[in-house]
């Protein structure tokens, strides 16, 4: 049998860059769907690189946006994939107050583009959906596949109709479609506005002299991180089963964004509430206050476990903002 052909769309992220990394590890030929820029947006999978012109290339990269159905159509009768891993998405909670409209174009249909675009070429490839814990908002931990919905973010609203749309299409067409419902998933290549990059570059940042403030809003919710690399694995398992099915990624347990600044500058030698002062820009309208996945499912079905929690995953974010040579760049953050 030829080796398996894996398209997937966000490879630019934090996530679809450990993904690429798996997939080419397990041999496959690894496509990805990148939005033209007018400055390269591909450091995260720069190390990846392959020459197109090289016949023996496996990672290739190819122009698209979430925006352009006939784009991804066209793309997807042309590449052939067996697996689609859709993890594009505008993936900024509290940019998607501001942006509620984009947001729900891209993250949620998105969605429907793509799945749209499989049922119309026949492919008969598999599809996994990025699914968020976001989607249980208000709803109290511990959280499992069977909880109740109630998003409290444009964005959370756009994942919980493009959860319900690949469901959808798995039941109206018989499509091999899953939901990864995944909890936080942090590590050092996350985006730097998210909270635990923010934290643990400004850790590194004081500790080196070379800013004395954090600003930040809300330190009292809580979320269940994990570290990144070990998520996309549960990705991979969940489109190897024999029946296409919803899964729960998360470690069970759960930290207050103060404990996770506790973590990180512990870790570099701080005391964080020397550093840290409030800015409510950085609040949101609505906030998911605690969030406790339950995998219980994933560790049976898929023989999936996570190995790192919190406080580790501080120490390794801590640590390799304070290896970078010329110490970690200011962050230039756009508060609305
Ligand atoms: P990132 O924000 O790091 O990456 C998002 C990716 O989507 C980037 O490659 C980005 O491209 C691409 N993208 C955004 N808009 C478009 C568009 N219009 N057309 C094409 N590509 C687009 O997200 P993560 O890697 O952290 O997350 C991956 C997915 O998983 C997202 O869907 C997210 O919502 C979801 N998720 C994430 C969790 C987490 O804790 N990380 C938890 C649960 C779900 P560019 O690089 O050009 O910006
Ligand atoms: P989240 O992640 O909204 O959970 O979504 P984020 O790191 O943005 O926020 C986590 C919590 O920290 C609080 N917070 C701040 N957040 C940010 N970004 N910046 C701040 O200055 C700040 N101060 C406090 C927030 O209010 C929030 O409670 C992430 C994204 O990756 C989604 O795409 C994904 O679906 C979910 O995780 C699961």
């Given amino acids: 049998m030829s080796a398996k052909k ?5 490879i630019t992220g934090q996530d679809g860059s450990y993904l690429a990394e798996l997939l080419l590890a397990k041999g496959y030929t690894v496509h990805g769907l990148i939005r033209r820029s007018s400055a390269f947006n591909t450091q995260r999978i ?5 020459d ?31 697996e689609v891993y859709h993890l594009a998405a505008q993936s900024h909670v509290r940019v998607s107050f501001d942006e509620p409209e984009f947001t729900g174009s891209t993250t949620g249909l998105g969605t429907v583009r793509l799945l749209e675009a ?7 490839c598999r599809f996994y959906q990025a699914s968020s814990s976001e989607m249980f908002g208000m709803t109290p931990p511990p959280q499992a596949e069977n909880t109740p919905f109630h998003p409290r973010s444009p964005y959370a609203a756009a994942k919980v109709y493009a959860y319900w749309a690949t469901r959808n299409y798995r039941e109206a067409y018989g499509m091999f479609a899953v939901n990864g419902i995944l909890f936080n998933h942090e590590s050092p290549r996350r985006g730097e506005t998210f909270v635990t990059r923010k934290i643990a570059r400004a850790a ?15 330190l009292e919710a809580r979320r269940d991180w994990g570290y990144a690399l070990e998520y996309v694995d549960a990705m991979w398992r969940m489109l190897q089963c024999d029946q296409p099915d919803d899964y729960v990624v998360a470690t069970g347990t759960s930290h207050s964004v103060r404990d996770f600044l506790g973590f990180c500058f512990e870790h570099a030698g701080l005391d964080w509430e020397k550093h840290v002062r409030f800015d409510e820009r950085y609040l949101r309208p609505s906030e998911v206050p605690d ?16 190995s790192v929690y919190a406080p580790e995953l501080a120490r390794i974010m801590v640590d390799a903002e304070l290896r970078l040579p010329a110490g970690p760049a200011p962050l230039r953050e756009v508060p609305s």
């Fill in 6 to 10: 894996a398209l997937i769309t966000g």
């Fill in 291 to 306: 969030l406790i996945g339950d995998a219980t499912k994933a560790r049976r079905e898929l023989g999936w476990q996570p």
């Fill in 46 to 50: 720069d190390h990846l690189y392959q």
């Fill in 204 to 218: 590194a940042r004081i500790a080196r002299g070379e800013q004395e403030f954090l600003y930040l809003g809300n």
């Fill in 52 to 82: 197109p012109h090289d016949p023996d290339a496996r990672l290739l990269l190819h122009y698209g946006d979430l925006a352009d159905g006939s784009r991804i159509t066209t793309l997807l009768e042309r590449l052939q994939p067996d």
């Fill in 118 to 124: 499989i049922r119309m070429t026949g492919l008969p």
